[in-house]
């Protein structure tokens, strides 16, 4: 299993999109607020859809709180369009920790002060970043590919 974690979630859409993805590849969905939406909006339900009770659904109410849960600090991957590093050069193991921001500024810098192991997921250069959805996906892909192999969870 697999870890996504969003810190400061601020559009809905998003995170239910990625709460399916979690249920989809049994990956662990951690939320650390403040959320720019309520949990129970619409929006979430609506991309998540009736997949949101299977969700392994886990919120914080700040970084501190979500950071003892951690055990190995070396097992965390930031993702930032600021980082030079792809992260397609990691080797991504079970229990891995994929930490993504906020949609508007990404992570902060107090946040990746905390951390080694920071990535990006390269573009043309023609956009600034990926929707925080499509980087999840990526993100969750390439580890679960390289995890499991070929396929996905089967």
């Known amino acids: 299993m697999l870890n996504i974690v969003l810190i400061e979630p601020e559009i809905p859409n998003n995170t239910g999109n990625i709460g399916r993805l979690c249920v989809g590849t049994g990956s662990r969905l951690h939320l650390v607020k403040p959320y720019g939406f309520k949990i129970t909006d619409t929006a979430v339900k609506r991309a998540g859809l009736d997949y949101w009770p299977n969700l392994d659904l886990h919120e914080y109410d700040s970084i501190p709180e979500w950071m003892e849960q951690l055990e190995d600090h070396s ?80």
């Open 75 to 154: 097992r965390v991957f930031l993702f930032s369009a600021r980082s030079e590093a792809s992260f397609l050069t990691v080797k991504y193991q079970p229990g891995d920790w994929l930490v993504f921001g906020k949609e508007s500024v990404g992570l902060s810098n107090e946040v990746q002060d905390l951390f080694e192991n920071h990535l990006s997921i390269p573009t043309t250069g023609l956009i600034r970043s990926h929707n925080l959805a499509n980087a999840v996906t990526f993100a969750l892909g390439e580890s679960l590919r390289q995890i499991n192999g070929v396929g996905l969870v089967k």
